[in-house]
Nanobody, 123 residues
C-alpha cells in the first residue's frame, strides 16, 4: 500500500520561502505523475504544480509560475515544492497527490493523497 507523507509546512512571513516534501513509501512512484494542490478554508482544492516523472516535464498554476518550483528525487522517492515570495493569500493546507487517471490539474483525477501540511503566510 502506497503512502504519501508531506512535511515542511509552517509559519512564514509574506515574501518568505518554504520547501515542502512529499515522501512516498510502500512502492516506488518513479513513473508516476505527482502533483501539489492546496486548499484554503472555505475554498475548493486547487492545483498548484505537477511533475511528470518520466519526462521531467513540469506544470504550474498561473498564480505560482516563476515563484514555485516542483522537483523530484527518484533515489529518495520524494517530490519537493520550493515556494518563494509567498503571499498571505497562499495560506492553505498543501497536499501531495500521485497517479492521476485523468487531467493532472483536476483533484478528482487522483486516487493517492497525503494527509496535507499547513502553510501559513503572515502579512
Amino acid at each position: 500500500q502506497v503512502q504519501l507523507v508531506e512535511s515542511g509546512g509552517g509559519l512564514v512571513q509574506a515574501g518568505g520561502s518554504l520547501r515542502l516534501s512529499c515522501a512516498a513509501s510502500g512502492r516506488t512512484l518513479s513513473r508516476y505523475t505527482m502533483a501539489w494542490f492546496r486548499q484554503a478554508p472555505g475554498k475548493e482544492r486547487e492545483f498548484v504544480a505537477a511533475i511528470n516523472r518520466i519526462s521531467s516535464d513540469t506544470y504550474y498554476a498561473h498564480s505560482v509560475k516563476g515563484r514555485f518550483t516542483i522537483s523530484s528525487d527518484s533515489a529518495k522517492n520524494t517530490v519537493y515544492l520550493q515556494m518563494n515570495s509567498l503571499k498571505s493569500e497562499e495560506t492553505a493546507v498543501y497536499y501531495c497527490a500521485a497517479d492521476p487517471s485523468g487531467t493532472y490539474r483536476t483533484p478528482s483525477s487522483y486516487r493517492l493523497w497525503g494527509q496535507g501540511t499547513q502553510v501559513t503566510v503572515s502579512s
